[in-house]
Protein backbone atom coordinates (compact mmCIF):
# COMPACT_ATOMS: atom_id res chain seq x y z
CA UNK A 1 0.00 0.00 0.00
CA UNK A 2 3.07 2.09 0.85
CA UNK A 3 4.56 1.66 -2.23
CA UNK A 4 1.53 2.33 -4.36
CA UNK A 5 1.71 5.77 -2.35
CA UNK A 6 5.15 6.31 -3.44
CA UNK A 7 4.11 4.88 -6.65
CA UNK A 8 1.11 8.22 -6.93
CA UNK A 9 3.38 10.54 -5.64
CA UNK A 10 6.32 10.37 -8.13
CA UNK A 11 3.95 10.89 -10.72
CA UNK A 12 3.45 14.20 -9.16
CA UNK A 13 -0.08 13.19 -7.29
CA UNK A 14 -1.24 13.23 -4.02
CA UNK A 15 -1.83 10.02 -1.88
CA UNK A 16 -3.45 8.70 1.42
CA UNK A 17 -3.27 5.58 2.84
CA UNK A 18 -5.59 3.60 5.33
CA UNK A 19 -6.17 0.31 6.56
CA UNK A 20 -9.41 -1.24 7.19
CA UNK A 21 -11.49 -4.86 6.98
CA UNK A 22 -14.14 -4.36 4.57
CA UNK A 23 -16.80 -6.35 6.32
CA UNK A 24 -16.52 -3.84 9.16
CA UNK A 25 -19.08 -1.14 8.49
CA UNK A 26 -17.70 1.54 10.80
CA UNK A 27 -14.11 0.86 10.54
CA UNK A 28 -14.60 1.34 6.86
CA UNK A 29 -16.51 4.68 7.47
CA UNK A 30 -13.93 6.02 9.54
CA UNK A 31 -11.45 4.95 6.81
CA UNK A 32 -12.91 7.16 4.66
CA UNK A 33 -13.61 9.59 6.49
CA UNK A 34 -9.41 10.21 7.33
CA UNK A 35 -8.95 10.21 3.69
CA UNK A 36 -11.57 12.96 2.66
CA UNK A 37 -9.85 14.84 5.70
CA UNK A 38 -6.57 14.88 3.64
CA UNK A 39 -7.77 14.50 -0.13
CA UNK A 40 -11.07 16.03 0.08
CA UNK A 41 -14.33 15.12 -1.13
CA UNK A 42 -14.86 11.44 -2.95
CA UNK A 43 -15.05 11.81 -6.70
CA UNK A 44 -14.88 8.38 -7.38
CA UNK A 45 -14.99 4.63 -5.53
CA UNK A 46 -14.11 1.59 -5.94
CA UNK A 47 -15.46 -1.10 -4.27
CA UNK A 48 -12.50 -4.28 -5.23
CA UNK A 49 -12.10 -6.19 -1.79
CA UNK A 50 -12.10 -9.81 -2.51
CA UNK A 51 -11.18 -13.47 -1.38
CA UNK A 52 -11.85 -17.05 -2.88
CA UNK A 53 -11.88 -20.49 -1.46
CA UNK A 54 -11.15 -23.27 -4.35
CA UNK A 55 -12.64 -26.76 -3.63
CA UNK A 56 -15.69 -29.26 -3.48
CA UNK A 57 -18.91 -27.55 -1.47
CA UNK A 58 -18.57 -30.14 1.08
CA UNK A 59 -14.62 -29.63 1.95
CA UNK A 60 -15.85 -25.78 2.69
CA UNK A 61 -16.36 -25.72 5.80
CA UNK A 62 -19.28 -22.96 6.85
CA UNK A 63 -16.95 -20.13 8.25
CA UNK A 64 -14.62 -20.37 4.85
CA UNK A 65 -17.81 -19.31 2.68
CA UNK A 66 -19.41 -17.36 5.22
CA UNK A 67 -15.80 -15.12 4.86
CA UNK A 68 -15.71 -14.99 1.32
CA UNK A 69 -19.16 -13.57 0.97
CA UNK A 70 -18.61 -11.38 4.20
CA UNK A 71 -15.50 -9.53 2.48
CA UNK A 72 -16.54 -10.09 -1.56
CA UNK A 73 -20.21 -9.21 -1.29
CA UNK A 74 -20.87 -7.49 2.05
CA UNK A 75 -17.53 -5.38 1.80
CA UNK A 76 -19.14 -3.82 -1.77
CA UNK A 77 -22.76 -3.20 -0.22
CA UNK A 78 -20.39 -1.75 3.09
CA UNK A 79 -18.65 0.04 0.56
CA UNK A 80 -21.51 1.47 -1.77
CA UNK A 81 -23.31 2.57 1.44
CA UNK A 82 -20.52 4.94 2.88
CA UNK A 83 -19.65 6.22 -0.95
CA UNK A 84 -23.40 7.34 -0.97
CA UNK A 85 -23.55 8.80 1.86
CA UNK A 86 -20.93 11.43 0.87
CA UNK A 87 -22.00 11.22 -2.53
CA UNK A 88 -25.68 11.98 -2.36
CA UNK A 89 -25.50 15.33 -0.59
CA UNK A 90 -23.09 16.47 -3.01
CA UNK A 91 -24.60 15.12 -6.27
CA UNK A 92 -22.02 13.95 -8.07
CA UNK A 93 -19.41 11.03 -8.11
CA UNK A 94 -18.96 7.78 -9.50
CA UNK A 95 -19.01 4.19 -7.65
CA UNK A 96 -17.33 1.34 -9.70
CA UNK A 97 -18.01 -2.43 -8.50
CA UNK A 98 -15.30 -4.54 -9.74
CA UNK A 99 -17.39 -7.95 -10.50
CA UNK A 100 -16.40 -10.95 -12.57
CA UNK A 101 -17.10 -12.80 -15.67
CA UNK A 102 -18.49 -15.59 -13.14
CA UNK A 103 -21.54 -13.59 -12.79
CA UNK A 104 -22.56 -14.74 -15.58
CA UNK A 105 -22.10 -18.66 -14.80
CA UNK A 106 -21.15 -20.35 -11.38
CA UNK A 107 -17.60 -22.14 -12.13
CA UNK A 108 -17.29 -25.50 -9.95
CA UNK A 109 -14.78 -25.54 -7.06
CA UNK A 110 -15.75 -21.67 -6.79
CA UNK A 111 -19.17 -21.64 -5.70
CA UNK A 112 -18.56 -19.30 -2.57
CA UNK A 113 -16.78 -16.65 -4.90
CA UNK A 114 -18.89 -17.30 -8.16
CA UNK A 115 -22.21 -16.46 -5.24
CA UNK A 116 -20.54 -13.50 -3.79
CA UNK A 117 -20.24 -12.03 -7.23
CA UNK A 118 -23.83 -13.03 -8.65
CA UNK A 119 -24.76 -10.90 -5.50
CA UNK A 120 -22.43 -7.91 -6.99
CA UNK A 121 -23.56 -7.53 -9.84
CA UNK A 122 -27.55 -8.12 -8.69
CA UNK A 123 -26.69 -5.69 -6.20
CA UNK A 124 -25.01 -2.92 -8.36
CA UNK A 125 -28.25 -3.25 -10.62
CA UNK A 126 -30.93 -2.43 -8.08
CA UNK A 127 -28.71 0.53 -6.76
CA UNK A 128 -28.56 1.81 -10.33
CA UNK A 129 -32.45 1.68 -10.53
CA UNK A 130 -32.64 3.35 -6.76
CA UNK A 131 -30.35 6.39 -7.91
CA UNK A 132 -32.46 6.66 -11.67
CA UNK A 133 -36.13 7.26 -9.53
CA UNK A 134 -34.26 9.60 -7.05
CA UNK A 135 -32.97 11.40 -10.50
CA UNK A 136 -29.47 11.48 -9.27
CA UNK A 137 -26.39 12.21 -10.68
CA UNK A 138 -24.72 9.73 -9.03
CA UNK A 139 -23.21 7.04 -11.64
CA UNK A 140 -22.79 3.16 -10.07
CA UNK A 141 -21.14 1.23 -12.55
CA UNK A 142 -19.89 -2.61 -12.45
CA UNK A 143 -16.84 -3.88 -14.47
CA UNK A 144 -16.18 -7.59 -15.60
CA UNK A 145 -12.80 -8.08 -15.79
CA UNK A 146 -11.71 -11.55 -16.98
CA UNK A 147 -9.02 -13.80 -15.17
CA UNK A 148 -6.39 -11.55 -14.11
CA UNK A 149 -2.81 -12.53 -13.23
CA UNK A 150 -3.36 -10.82 -9.25
CA UNK A 151 -1.90 -12.41 -6.38
CA UNK A 152 -5.81 -13.29 -5.35
CA UNK A 153 -4.51 -16.68 -6.52
CA UNK A 154 -1.95 -16.79 -3.99
CA UNK A 155 -3.84 -16.05 -1.66
CA UNK A 156 -7.04 -17.90 -2.45
CA UNK A 157 -7.48 -20.83 0.07
CA UNK A 158 -7.25 -24.12 -1.97
CA UNK A 159 -9.14 -27.11 -0.85
CA UNK A 160 -7.36 -29.09 -4.58
CA UNK A 161 -3.87 -30.16 -2.58
CA UNK A 162 -2.37 -28.10 -4.70
CA UNK A 163 -2.36 -23.77 -5.44
CA UNK A 164 -5.42 -22.82 -7.72
CA UNK A 165 -4.21 -20.98 -10.94
CA UNK A 166 -6.35 -18.80 -13.46
CA UNK A 167 -8.69 -19.96 -16.61
CA UNK A 168 -7.13 -19.17 -19.60
CA UNK A 169 -6.99 -16.39 -21.15
CA UNK A 170 -5.16 -14.92 -18.70
CA UNK A 171 -4.14 -10.91 -18.58
CA UNK A 172 -2.53 -8.28 -16.70
CA UNK A 173 -3.52 -6.49 -13.72
CA UNK A 174 -2.81 -3.30 -15.35
CA UNK A 175 -5.69 -3.99 -17.91
CA UNK A 176 -8.60 -4.51 -15.42
CA UNK A 177 -6.94 -1.31 -14.14
CA UNK A 178 -7.46 0.59 -17.40
CA UNK A 179 -10.80 -0.33 -17.47
CA UNK A 180 -11.75 0.31 -14.09
CA UNK A 181 -10.41 4.04 -14.88
CA UNK A 182 -13.12 3.77 -18.53
CA UNK A 183 -15.65 2.96 -16.54
CA UNK A 184 -15.44 5.84 -13.70
CA UNK A 185 -15.29 8.51 -16.47
CA UNK A 186 -17.78 7.05 -18.24
CA UNK A 187 -21.60 6.27 -18.49
CA UNK A 188 -21.42 2.13 -19.21
CA UNK A 189 -24.09 0.77 -16.28
CA UNK A 190 -21.93 -2.21 -17.11
CA UNK A 191 -18.33 -2.41 -18.66
CA UNK A 192 -16.82 -5.52 -20.29
CA UNK A 193 -13.02 -5.12 -19.65
CA UNK A 194 -12.17 -7.81 -22.24
CA UNK A 195 -13.77 -9.37 -25.13
CA UNK A 196 -13.57 -12.79 -23.83
CA UNK A 197 -15.81 -11.48 -21.03
CA UNK A 198 -17.99 -9.95 -23.32
CA UNK A 199 -18.58 -13.24 -25.38
CA UNK A 200 -18.83 -15.39 -22.42
CA UNK A 201 -21.95 -13.49 -21.59
CA UNK A 202 -23.33 -13.23 -24.93
CA UNK A 203 -22.59 -16.62 -24.80
CA UNK A 204 -24.39 -17.43 -21.78
CA UNK A 205 -27.37 -15.77 -22.35
CA UNK A 206 -27.74 -17.40 -25.77
CA UNK A 207 -26.33 -20.68 -25.05
CA UNK A 208 -26.63 -21.30 -21.69
CA UNK A 209 -26.73 -25.50 -22.10
CA UNK A 210 -22.90 -25.38 -24.26
CA UNK A 211 -21.64 -23.35 -21.70
CA UNK A 212 -22.37 -25.08 -18.68
CA UNK A 213 -21.10 -28.13 -20.41
CA UNK A 214 -18.03 -26.23 -21.23
CA UNK A 215 -17.79 -24.98 -17.83
CA UNK A 216 -18.49 -28.32 -16.22
CA UNK A 217 -15.22 -29.46 -18.16
CA UNK A 218 -12.64 -27.38 -16.02
CA UNK A 219 -12.66 -29.61 -13.19
CA UNK A 220 -10.07 -29.84 -10.54
CA UNK A 221 -6.87 -30.53 -12.64
CA UNK A 222 -7.95 -27.24 -15.11
CA UNK A 223 -8.06 -25.01 -11.74
CA UNK A 224 -4.68 -25.75 -10.00
CA UNK A 225 -0.92 -25.43 -10.45
CA UNK A 226 1.92 -27.29 -9.67
CA UNK A 227 4.51 -24.06 -11.09
CA UNK A 228 7.43 -24.31 -8.44
CA UNK A 229 6.80 -20.14 -8.37
CA UNK A 230 2.90 -19.92 -7.70
CA UNK A 231 3.99 -22.37 -4.64
CA UNK A 232 6.58 -20.30 -3.36
CA UNK A 233 4.08 -17.64 -3.10
CA UNK A 234 0.94 -19.57 -2.16
CA UNK A 235 -0.31 -17.72 1.26
CA UNK A 236 -3.57 -18.17 2.00
CA UNK A 237 -5.10 -14.89 3.53
CA UNK A 238 -9.14 -15.94 3.91
CA UNK A 239 -8.46 -14.53 7.70
CA UNK A 240 -5.62 -11.89 7.90
CA UNK A 241 -3.70 -10.14 5.99
CA UNK A 242 -0.36 -11.03 4.10
CA UNK A 243 2.90 -9.82 6.00
CA UNK A 244 4.75 -9.68 2.81
CA UNK A 245 4.76 -6.77 0.66
CA UNK A 246 3.75 -7.81 -3.09
CA UNK A 247 3.46 -6.25 -6.32
CA UNK A 248 0.12 -6.18 -8.00
CA UNK A 249 0.96 -9.35 -10.46
CA UNK A 250 0.36 -12.94 -9.34
CA UNK A 251 2.91 -15.68 -10.61
CA UNK A 252 1.47 -16.18 -14.44
CA UNK A 253 3.37 -13.56 -16.31
CA UNK A 254 4.39 -15.97 -18.89
CA UNK A 255 0.67 -16.66 -19.87
CA UNK A 256 -0.62 -13.46 -18.96
CA UNK A 257 -1.60 -11.01 -21.76
CA UNK A 258 -0.63 -7.32 -21.41
CA UNK A 259 -3.09 -5.57 -23.54
CA UNK A 260 -6.79 -5.58 -24.13
CA UNK A 261 -8.42 -4.94 -27.74
CA UNK A 262 -11.95 -4.39 -25.96
CA UNK A 263 -10.22 -1.98 -23.61
CA UNK A 264 -8.03 -0.08 -26.22
CA UNK A 265 -11.66 0.07 -28.06
CA UNK A 266 -13.51 2.03 -25.54
CA UNK A 267 -10.92 4.02 -24.98
CA UNK A 268 -10.50 5.37 -28.40
CA UNK A 269 -14.09 5.59 -28.15
CA UNK A 270 -14.37 7.67 -25.02
CA UNK A 271 -11.67 9.80 -26.94
CA UNK A 272 -13.33 10.47 -29.99
CA UNK A 273 -16.71 11.36 -27.76
CA UNK A 274 -14.65 13.42 -25.36
CA UNK A 275 -13.53 15.74 -27.85
CA UNK A 276 -16.37 16.17 -29.63
CA UNK A 277 -18.12 17.29 -26.45
CA UNK A 278 -15.37 19.73 -26.26
CA UNK A 279 -16.22 21.19 -29.86
CA UNK A 280 -20.05 21.00 -29.17
CA UNK A 281 -19.29 23.39 -25.95
CA UNK A 282 -16.84 25.88 -27.93
CA UNK A 283 -19.01 26.23 -30.78
CA UNK A 284 -21.90 27.13 -28.14
Known sequence: MQATAQDVREQGGCAATVEA?????????????????????????????????????????????????DVTYHGTVNGTR??????????????????????????PLLSSYAGAKGAVR???????GELRLEKSPVRICAVFPAAMNTPF?????????????????????EVAAEGIWLAARSNHSELFITGTTELFSLATRFMPGVIGWCVSQLGMERQLTRDHRAIELCEPTLFQPSD????????????ARGWSLQVWLLGLRQEISMRIRKVLRMRH
Not at 89 to 102: D, E, F, H
Not at 122 to 128: G, L, S
Request: glycine share 10%.
Open 244 to 255: RVRGGRGPFNHQ
Open 122 to 128: AFTQAIR
Open 82 to 107: IALRHMRPRGQGCIVNVCSAIAFHGV
Open 153 to 173: FSHALSHMGWPARPAKPIYQP
Open 21 to 69: DVTDAAALAAAAESIIAQLGPVDVWINCAGTGIYGRFDDVRENEFQRVT
